[in-house]
């Protein structure tokens, strides 16, 4: 199987179909991305209700067509400077343990077809906080973009404010 | 779905559980009717025909001691004196024990079981030993009896599988092999449908079976050996004794609509067939299915009259709650609606408000019906309860009887589900320190027997319990005293009668001299009341010396929608529950007292109530913090205390649709769940309770000022 795909390398198909396409976005001015298969919708920013007691990268619950959804501050959640939230910042709703979840950008950038071969490990490096919440970095159009492990940044729902 | 029919098996011994209990509690009132008895037997007998199925042996062979015995009051064999119902009664318990044992696992108390059945065993005649129960498939509810003339009968069957038979796997061997097991079985084979070996299609049923059983067993059970292949065969039975059983049949008809009949209503079903198959020997076995059907319904009228033929559908709770969500987005959408249209700047907006009226109505009348699905009667709970009371008056040694009522009204099923523990705590409460001793009781005047009456009905947009004993009633001296035992109320507390009656909520206290095995668990009326406070209900007793206690329980009708008041803290809208507001009202500066740094005291009608800052009390940054919010709501604890709650501002009163924020973001202390607003802004509810538990104040608030200010309600 291994050689056999290999010789079919140059087809532009299955080139294709190796690739994976994300969604690049900017928080804090730091480009990251999610996988596009991830995403459920992006919305524009609108005033959340605040919970009580609640830390400070969860901004507070919207209402996502009936439903509550909690809103978590990207900038925040990485150990980076708080956002001011504002009309030009977009809410990504993101699918955790099949629970709608919306996370505050920056703004969103543009889609990107990476091949897996090229996601590199994130170097180790002196902040902790961040480290934790990436599992691996790519070099998009000479910017290195950060791949977000979802599943890091939002454990389980339930337990993000006990 | 692993063990689905298992499941449908258990609902269904529900449903029959429910109907055995109250077929008793009929006979138990006196009602010894044939078809009482009747249902009651069928119901257990279904119940063991299911168990067979399942290998539940133990429940098999309980439920076959407990029919045998029901079949010999059936027979008139057995009267029904007042020993022989307790014993059923105690039974059909025990019986329900051991369908929830199979059910959810765990284990049923031994001596209990063996004491039963050696009780029921002393009713029943030597013909005991058939314990060999042959299970007879799920849910055949209307399988024969198995007493029936034990004389032998030939029975002429003729069998012709369709091809649909062998394409299901089944194989008229087995069968054959069943109706062996029988009797004495003959079987002659008629080939002559075979086509030429040439024309042969393989797939096609050419042959049938012409079957000669000789067997002591009814025909029924000769059918039930068919059962799995009902509408797969073409199947005639005919027996010799039918024109005999007409005969019988007929005497039975004639009893079923006079006098007492011998037999059940199975038995008076079965005449209606010969003649069918007689006509007509390869009789579809669908035609022989109904003709008993149609005989049931009419000949046992008086049951149908009673239970009513309501069709009911068993519909999964998930989609009635899904349906009942999308109900609330309707409403919720049409607010919004409502609202986008009149910021509209248009000049006549008339015919658009007329129309959006009706929508809401319409959206109204759906929501109300939608509640409605999961609206159940609260018969089964008080039911379960007549078991309570039963028990606890074989605990205690009293004689005590409960009378329900308004048994048909209908309460969302969640609180019919969360009311069974604090019904069962009062009832056990009632029985063990309201109603007295038999002989106390004559002393006072009474009859022997207490009476509980437990009634439910419907108040203006709310649902009312009340459980009323007439016992002794609240022995007020008594509870006085071991409030300031307990250190619950200061010795030289002024309480009024009411006051002392509502010590009995008090967390930590409890009456009984000493542990009796019924009720003072160390948890007392405390649970009962927060159980009920969780369903945003109120509870109350009153209280006569001499005469009993009534506890009165308030519930809302449903627990999707709630009315809240929709205040604003900390420039955020939230919505407290109307249920927790005793009393709202606009502060002055001369009304609040500083004591101390911090707290602070709302004078109301010369009673000092602690204030507790709600926009603090959640962590919020109040904007001025400097001037004191101009709102407040008095609220009542669970403990009797009093609190003002201080808001911003009141907005409006309103229905709105709870939002639970499990699985959102978990447990937050104060918020009891969300909302959505007109505007489509989310609002939490807040949750006056858990913020004043929270709130530094009241934690330090003394209990000698809590108690002078609280209880009276």
Known sequence: ?162 | MAGSIQDTFFEECEELLEAMDEGLTAIEGGDHDSEVVNAVFRAVHSIKGGAGAFGLDELVAFAHKFETVFDEVRANRLGLDTKLIQLLLRSSDHLSDLVSVARDGGSTDEAHHDVLISALEEYIEEEEEELVFQPMGLGGAFEASPIEAEKERTYNIRFHPLKDMYGTGNEPYFLFQTLADLGTLEVQLDDSELPGFDSVDTDESYLTWKLTLTSTESKSAVEAVFEFVEGLCELSIESDSDAEDEANALAALDAAFGVMPEEGGDQVAAPFEPPVSAAEPVAEPAVAETAPAATKAAAPKAEAAKSGPNPTLRVDLERVDRLINAVGELIINHSMLAQQIANLDVADLRDVETELEGFKNLARDIQEGVMSIRAQPVKPLFQRMARIVREASAATGKTAKLVTEGEATEVDKTVIERLSDPLTHILRNAVDHGIEQPEDREAAGKGRAGEIRLTASHRSGSVCIEIKDDGAGVNRPRVKQIAIDKGLIPPNAELSDSEIDNLLFLPGFSTAKEISNLSGRGVGMDVVKNAVTALGGRINISSTPGKGSTFTIILPLTLAVMDGMVVSVADQTMVVPITSIVETMRGSDDMVNNLGADGTLLSIRGNFVPVCDVGAALGLETSGHDQPPGVYLLVETETGQRSALAVDDIHDQRQVVIKSLDGVCGNIPGVAAATILGDGKIAMILDPESILAASPSAAAFDTERRMNNAIAS
């Not at chain 1, 730091?30 to 990268?57: G, M, N």
């Not at chain 1, 150990?79 to 709608?100: C, D, M, W, Y």
């Open chain 1, 1 to 162: 199987m291994q050689s056999q795909a290999e010789a079919k390398y140059d087809d532009p198909e299955v080139k294709h179909a190796q690739h994976s396409e994300f969604v690049s976005f900017t928080v804090a001015s730091q480009a990251f991305c999610l996988k596009i298969t991830q995403i459920r919708e992006i919305r524009r920013w609108s005033p959340v209700t605040i919970l009580p007691h609640a830390p400070a990268d969860v901004l507070g619950v919207m209402n996502l067509r009936g439903a509550v959804i909690p809103i978590y501050d990207l900038s925040a959640r990485f150990g980076l400077q708080q956002t001011e939230a504002s009309e030009r910042n977009v809410v990504i709703v993101v699918s955790v343990h099949g629970k709608p979840v919306g996370l505050l950008a920056e703004s969103v950038s543009e889609i990107i077809s990476i091949n897996p071969d090229d996601i590199q490990d994130t170097p180790p490096v002196d902040s902790r906080n961040t480290m934790d919440y990436i599992q691996g970095i790519i070099s998009h159009e000479d910017t290195m973009v950060r791949i977000i492990n979802l599943d890091a940044v939002i454990s389980v729902p339930e337990q993000v404010l006990s």
